[in-house]
C-alpha cells in the first residue's frame, strides 16, 4: 500500500489551510498595493467552512474535490488551488469620494491575521510529522 | 508560488508609491520655480496617477504608476516690480504649488509604502516559516 502522506485526513487539512491563508494573503497584498487606485473595491476570500472540510476529511481520502482514480490507467484530476477559492468584495468598508473601498488599517488587521493563523497551521503541521517520527521510532 | 506572487504585488505598489514620491518631490522642489521669459508660464504642478492592471501570467492585479497629470488651476500672482520677469504691470506669475498640499501627499504616499512594506515583511515571514518545516 502506498501510503501518501497528504493524503492523511490532519495533513491534508493542514494543508488546504494553508493554501487558503496563503491564498488570502496574495488578495490582502492586491488590496494594499492599489490602496490609491481609484475605482478599486477591497476583495477578501470566503472563509472555508470547517463542518465541509471535516465532512470530506473523514468520509473522503481525496478531499480535495478531485476525481477518484479506480484504475491505474486512470488520470487523478484536482482543481486548481486559486479556483478552488472564490473571493468576495469586502463589505465592511464605505468608498471615498475616488471610489476606493481599501481601509488600510482593516487590511494591516488581516494581514497580521493571516500570519498568526498561517504560524499556527504550520506548528501544528510540524508537530504532527514529529508525531509520526516518534512513531516509527525515527525521533 | 502563491507567496512570490504576494511579494511581487506588493513590490508593484511601491514601485508605485516610490514614482508617486519622485513626483511630489518635483514639486516642492519647484515650488518657486518662475517662468524663463518675463510674462510667460512659471512651473506647473504635476499630479501623479496610479491604475491598476490584471497581470494574466501572475494572475492578480498589479500598480503601475500612470502618467503624471498637469494641474490646471491658476497660478498665483505676487507684485514684484523689480523681478526680471515680471509682466508690464510688474506682477510675476509663481506655480500653483501648495507645500502643504504636497506635504499631505508625501505623507500619504509614505504611509502606502509602509503599509506594502508590512504586507512583504509578513509574505516573507510565512514563506521563512514553510521552507523551516523541512528542519523538522
Known sequence: ?139 | MDFTTSLIVAASGMRAQSDRMRVIAENIANANSTAATPGGDPYRRKIATVKSEFDRELGATLVTPGKPVADSTEFRLQYDPGNPNADPKGYVKLPNVNSLVEIMDMREAQRSYEADLTVMDASKAMLTRTVDLLRK
Open chain 1, 1 to 139: 500500500m502506498a501510503a501518501n502522506l497528504s493524503d492523511m485526513p490532519l495533513l491534508a487539512m493542514l494543508k488546504q489551510r494553508m493554501s487558503w491563508l496563503s491564498a488570502r494573503q496574495n488578495v490582502l497584498a492586491q488590496n494594499v498595493a492599489n490602496v490609491d487606485t481609484p475605482g478599486y473595491t477591497a476583495r477578501d476570500l470566503k472563509p472555508i467552512d470547517f463542518q465541509d472540510v471535516l465532512h470530506g476529511a473523514t468520509t473522503d481520502p481525496k478531499f480535495s474535490g478531485g476525481l477518484m482514480t479506480t484504475d491505474s490507467r486512470h488520470i487523478a484530476l484536482t482543481p486548481s488551488q486559486s479556483a478552488a477559492f472564490g473571493d468576495v468584495a469586502s463589505p465592511d468598508v464605505e468608498a471615498n469620494p475616488s471610489g476606493n473601498s481599501v481601509s488600510l488599517e482593516q487590511e494591516m488587521i488581516r494581514v497580521s491575521d493571516t500570519q498568526a493563523e498561517y504560524q499556527a497551521a504550520s506548528n501544528l503541521y510540524a508537530k504532527a510529522m514529529s508525531m509520526m517520527k516518534t512513531a516509527i521510532g525515527g525521533g
